[in-house]
């Protein structure tokens, strides 16, 4: 295990980083917010693109104001067509990259979030999945019909199938409406594995300095496959990739 203690100095620069990074953060938010808001009476396009813009000044910031860069492994099993992806949830960082990745992404998340001013309403207009997770079984219900309506016009939809950002090295919790989706609608599902808990934190205010490693992996088809069989298929392929990208104790959080 690499000695990863640091000086006081040193954590104090980590600290005004992430923090100038914060306020770029807020920044960018308030400079494109009314563009994409705009953009929404024109189309989904020009309000998406407004909003790509806003996710590519991010992942600068990150980069060059923290020093948190990424490396992206299996980028040969990302399919042509759009598709269900399911993802390692550790960090906000993921919901940033994977928007930027791939294009024209939108996220399973609350109906409460879209009361959010601005944000929320950004996730209402530009369509995002959203669903009132109180409501039992009919959240399944409606995490099916509005996934099956956004990937039929060809957006990718993203789910974090443990339903909220993990600690690292926390025991998996992988639910079922996921595969429930990929099972009633044919649609495949695309794992991804990402370890960018390690360098922004669940409950850190730190953007620690490195690469984060996010690995897709070959896509799983529900044909065949029952819904318990699915979500063994996904976790076990997320998991053991986790396994090796994941290096414990990396920074003294």
């Known amino acids: 295990m690499a000695d990863n203690s640091i000086s006081a100095s040193y954590r104090a620069w980590l600290m005004f980083r992430s923090a100038v990074f914060w306020v770029w953060l807020i920044f ?3 400079f494109f917010a009314i563009p994409a808001l705009l953009g929404t009476l024109i189309s989904f ?4 693109g407004v909003s790509s813009y806003w996710i590519k000044a991010n ?4 980069r060059i104001l923290c020093g948190v ?4 492994r299996g980028q040969e099993h990302i ?4 598709c269900l992806v399911v993802s390692k949830h ?3 960082w993921e919901t940033f990259f994977l928007a930027y990745h791939l294009k024209h992404v939108l996220f399973v998340a609350k109906r409460s979030l879209a009361l959010i001013p601005i944000f929320g309403w950004m996730l209402y207009l530009l369509g995002f999945v959203l669903i009132d997770r109180k409501s039992g079984r009919s959240a399944i219900n409606q995490m099916i019909e509005q996934a099956s309506d956004r990937i039929s016009k060809r957006r990718w939809v993203v789910v974090f199938p443990e339903g909220t950002r993990m600690p690292v090295g926390a025991e998996p919790n992988y639910r079922i409406g996921a595969m429930k989706v990929s099972s009633e609608t044919d649609i495949p599902m695309l794992p991804v594995a990402v370890n960018s808990g390690e360098f922004w934190p669940r409950m850190g205010f730190i953007k620690w300095p490195g690469t984060i490693t996010v690995v897709f992996g070959p896509l799983i088809y529900p044909e065949g496959k029952t819904v318990d069989e699915l979500r063994d298929a996904v976790q076990d392929w997320i998991e053991g990739a986790m396994e090796d990208i994941t290096v414990k104790n990396r920074f003294p959080y």
């Open 28 to 30: 960018t938010t308030l």
């Open 59 to 62: 992942m600068w910031g990150l």
């Open 69 to 72: 860069k990424w490396e992206v």
């Open 79 to 82: 399919p042509a067509d759009p």
């Open 90 to 92: 550790q960090s906000t």
């Open 45 to 48: 396009n020009v309000a998406y």
